[in-house]
């Protein structure tokens, strides 16, 4: 399945789509809703939606900005379609959207979710307060409308918003979010959670979190959470101390971020009953995501 996000995140998952299929098939767990407390540009949650995998997506974001994209996408397709295909892609609408984005607070969600967008597709890496591509002077080898093909982007809109009624937005902290779905979520469900890494969190995400923030959540998912559950984070001791006991994992990544390229190793980790596809096997056609390489 070609890209299903509109949207550019430094360490996307939507690579590891494979493997969360055979996690589902393994442990049985097709047709579930499928649960991303941190869903970001949320490509895994839709290829999973969209290949038929699962059948329900919740996907939060604390970032009201990135809330208010998906609201766009999901509430206005239409409207957001028309403006992105109406809407030059200039210097000039570059520090329009930014101004909206600055005062996002108080934004009106529909032109925060646009001003995102054009933010996202126009900026280094995607990152939302990084400079514009070429620079303000557009000097630079590749112009602000390098990623911004607004067709292509326009069907991605469209593709999504045909599974509309299966996708459910929340703009909540993580915990908050998933205390307050739970009572309501079929026991045959999935939650993935990708938050913010440890060591580099401050220099990617703008709602990067304490050591504190990671324990609390870790101590509510192992202790609280009784749905089926898998979390990932950057190979830190903080998070080896903080999921001991469960059943761990360990991928090997590559991403590009402020246009540097990045390896690493990623801890997984797993709740219990919850059955690990091996990948270890060269043999095996889901080893790929396990040494995938992630463009932002």
Known sequence: MANCTPLRYPGGKARLRPYLERLIA????YDAHYVEPFCGGAGLALELLMSYTVSTIHINDL?????????????RTDALCAKISDTPCTMDTWHEQRAVWVNRAKANLFD???????????????????GVIGGKNQT?????????NRDELVA???????????IHIYNKEAVDFLQDLQPDLPRKSLVYLDPP???????????????????QLAQWVTRKLRRPWMVSYDAHPLI???????????????????????????LVYFSDGLVPPD???????HHQPWEAYETA
């Open 26 to 29: 393994q442990n049985r767990l």
């Open 63 to 75: 970032d009201r900005a990135v809330y208010a994209f998906w609201y766009s996408v999901t509430k």
């Open 112 to 130: 925060l979710g646009f001003a995102t967008f054009f933010l996202n597709r126009t900026n280094r890496s995607g990152i939302l307060d990084a």
């Open 140 to 148: 630079g080898q590749w112009k602000l409308d390098a990623r911004y």
């Open 156 to 166: 991605r809109i469209r593709a999504i918003g045909q599974f509309r009624s299966r």
């Open 197 to 215: 890494y440890v060591e580099k969190g401050p220099g990617l995400y703008l709602n990067h979190h304490s050591e504190e923030d990671h324990r």
């Open 240 to 266: 080896r101390e903080c999921y001991d006991g469960h059943t761990q994992a360990e991928m090997n990544f590559h991403y590009s971020a402020h246009g540097n390229a990045r390896r690493g190793t990623e």
């Open 279 to 285: 990948m270890t096997s060269r043999n095996s056609r």
